[in-house]
C-alpha cells in the first residue's frame, strides 16, 4: 500500500445534526426563561423565606460543593473519556492500516475468495481483538465480502456514510498525496459500544474494513462514573458537616444575641450578652451590652422620676382632701344661706362655691388617675341590669329630660357598676356639654360583648382632635385652656373600660354628631381574677377600696373633655 496521507472523521453526520438540535432547544428554553427573570427571583425569595438561617447557610453550602464537586467530576470524567477513546482507537487504526498493508500487497490483482479470508484470518489475529471484513473484485469479476467473524461483521453492519467516504477518489495534489484515506466511526450494536473503521489500498488491492468493542472501555469509563460519584457524595456530605461547624461558630452567638433582645424586650433590663474573642461578632455583643446598660440606667432615671410624681401628685391629693372637706362644708353653708345674703356678695359666694366643687372633682380625678398608674384600681364585680343602670346614672344626674335610652330589660352583665356608672356619666355629660341634646344611649349585645353607644346631634368632634379625644388634660381648643373640664374624664372612663377588658372608640357620626361606643365583656370574673393574681405576686394583698370616683358628687361625672 503506498501513500502516507491517511486522515480520519470524527462522528457522524447525524450525531452531529442532534448536537445541533439540543443546543437549538436550549437556547430557546434559556430565551423563555429569560423572559420572566422576575418571577422566578420573586419564587426564589419567597422560597428562601421559609427556611431558617441554618438551614439556608447549609444549601449554599451543599450548593456551592455540589457545584464545584460536579464540575470537577465532568471535566475529569470527559477528559479521561476522551483519552481512553483516542488511545484505544489510535492504537487500533494504527495497527490495522499497517495490516492491511502488510497482509494485502502479497495478494493478486484478481485474488479468489479463500485467499480474501485467509488474509482477513491473518488480520484479525491481532493484539487489538478487532474483527477485519475484506472486500474486492475476484476472477470471475464476482466481488467477495471475506469476514473474519461472518456471525458478527457482514456489510450491513457498516454504515452507509462510512463507506460513502471510503470509496471516494479524492485529487491528488500538494495538499493531498494519497487518493483514498482511513476513515472511522462509533456505532452500538446489540446495547454495545464499536469502533468501526475503514480503507481502501492505495494504489490498487481490496477494501478492508475493521470492528472493533469499546465495552472494556465503557466498563472502565463506567467505574471511573461510579468513583467521581462517591466522590461528589462525599464532598456533598463534608461540605454539609462544614455548612453546620460554621453555622455554630457563626449563628450561635447571633442565637443568644437574638434571645438577649428578647428577653430585654420582655423588660429584662439586667440581660447582658458573655463576650469571648475580638471579632465582629464580639464587638456586636460589646455594643449590645452597652446599649443595654445604657437603656437600664435610662429606665431606672424615667422610673424614679415616674414613681417620684406619682408620689407627688397621690401625696398632694391627700393632703388637699382635709381643707378641701373644711372648706366644702363652709360652701354648703354659704350656698344654703345665699337667699339671704347681701347681692353684692352673693355673687362672690356663688362663684366660690362653683369653683370648691370644681377643685374638689379635681382632686377626685388625680387620686383616680393616680389608682391606675399604681396598679391599686380594682374590680368589685356583680350581676347589673344595664337598662336600670344606664336609667340610674342618668336620673342621678337630673338627664332625663334630654337623654333618650334606647335599652331593653333584662341585658343583664357581670361587671363594676361603680366603675360602670362613671363610664356612663363621663361619656352622656360630654355629649350633653359638647354635642347638646337631644342624646341618644342605645344598649345592645354582641355575642359575649356589651354594646353601648352615646350619640349627640352637635358639630362632631374635627379630624385632628379625633386622635388625642382619650389623652389626659387633652383640649380641644388652646384658646381656652380654662374650661369647665380638667381633661380627665374621657381618659379616666378610658381606663375603667380597660379595666374591664373593653374598650370606648369616638367616631363622627354620617347623620351628624359624635358617637362614641363603649364595649365590656358580659362576664368579667376572669379578667377581675386574673388582675387579683397579679395584685398577690406584687405583694400589695389585693386590697380594694371603694373610694369615690366622678359621678359620686354632686355636679361630677360630666366630660373633663373640651371640645370646639
Known sequence: MSGTGWTRHSEQRG?????????????????????EPGRARGWAAGLLRWFSLRLRLMLVFGLVALTAAVSASAI????????????????????????????????????????????????????QKYEVLLITRTKDAGSCPAASDKGLFTLDVVPSSLRRAVDQRRQVDKGNTAPYHLYWQRITLGGTPYLVGGAKVNGGGPTGYMLKSLDTERQDLNSLAWSLGIATGLALIGAALLAQAAAATVLRPVQRLGEAAHRLGEGH???????SGSDELANLSHTFNRAAERLQKRVAELSAREASSRRFVADMSHELRTPLTAITAVTEVLEEEADSLDPMIAPAVQLVVSETRRLNDLVENLMEVTRFDAGTARLV???????????????????????????????????????????????????????????RVSVRTDGDELLI???????????????HVFDRFYKASASRPRSEGSGLGLSIAMENAHIHGGDISAANSPEGGAVFTLRLPMDTSRIASDGAEDEDERGDGGARRRDPGPGRSKGTGRNEEDRP
Not at 433590663?269 to 463576650?275: A, G, H, N, Y
Not at 346631634?457 to 382632635?465: C, L, R
Request: with cysteine.
Open 76 to 127: 475529569a470524567y470527559w477528559l479521561n473519556r476522551d483519552a481512553v477513546l483516542t488511545r484505544t482507537q489510535d492504537a487500533a487504526l494504527d495497527e490495522f492500516r499497517k495490516s492491511l498493508k502488510d497482509d494485502t500487497d502479497p495478494l493478486p490483482s484478481l485474488p479468489t475468495c479463500s485467499e480474501l479470508r485467509e488474509a482477513a484470518g491473518r488480520m484479525a489475529d491481532n493484539t
Open 15 to 35: 450525531e452531529q445534526c442532534g448536537a445541533r438540535r439540543a443546543r437549538g432547544r436550549r437556547r430557546t428554553e434559556l430565551s423563555a426563561v429569560s423572559d
Open 269 to 275: 433590663l439586667d440581660t447582658r450578652l458573655r463576650v
Open 453 to 467: 353607644k352615646v350619640r349627640d346631634h352637635g358639630p362632631g368632634i374635627p379630624g385632628d382632635v379625633l386622635p
Open 381 to 439: 364585680l356583680d350581676d347589673v341590669d344595664v337598662a336600670d343602670q344606664v336609667t340610674a346614672c342618668v336620673d342621678a344626674r337630673a338627664w332625663l329630660d334630654a337623654v333618650e335610652l334606647d335599652a331593653a330589660r333584662g341585658i343583664v352583665a357581670r361587671l363594676d357598676p361603680r366603675r360602670l356608672d362613671v363610664i356612663l356619666a363621663n361619656l352622656i355629660g360630654n355629649a350633653l356639654k359638647h354635642g347638646g341634646s337631644p342624646v
